[in-house]
């Protein structure tokens, strides 16, 4: 499966963006998606999830009650709604897949197989 993300830009705290996922070559309904993010200078992070063929979703507790991920299975693209942005949201975000995730792993960005190239976020104060 190919990802291609897009949506990313400046925006001022406490704004909003929206994040898209666009994928081909497979149906993405049957993959765990995730999002994941890397601000400059620091490591890889988890930021949302959604379980394949479920609407089940996770989220990191930094993120929590301001970001939302969703699956829209006719256009096979996942998105990720970012609201009340901080500055500390700056990162360059990225959507990946995995076919077999397990619960207990979604969390962790070795677990996924398939990358989009990424999109910057820059959340200015």
């Known amino acids: 499966v190919q990802l291609v993300e897009s949506g990313g830009g400046l925006v001022q705290a406490g704004g909003s963006v929206s994040l898209h996922c666009a994928a081909s070559?497979?149906?993405?309904?049957?993959?765990?998606v995730g999002w994941f993010r890397q601000a400059p200078g620091k490591e890889r992070e988890f930021v949302a999830a959604?379980?394949?063929?479920?609407?089940?979703?996770y989220y990191a507790d930094s993120v929590k009650g301001r970001f939302t991920i969703t699956r829209d299975n006719a256009k096979n693209t996942v998105y990720l709604q970012m609201n009340s942005l901080k500055p500390e949201d700056t990162a360059v975000y990225s959507c990946?897949?995995?076919?077999?995730?397990?619960?207990?792993?979604?969390?962790?960005?070795?677990?996924?197989?398939?990358w989009g190239q990424g999109t910057l976020v820059t959340v200015s104060s």
């Open positions: 959604m379980r394949r063929n479920t609407d089940n979703r």
């Open positions: 990946a897949a995995c076919r077999d995730c397990i619960l207990s792993s979604l969390r962790d960005f070795q677990q996924y197989s398939y």
């Open positions: 070559g497979r149906t993405l309904s049957g993959y765990t």
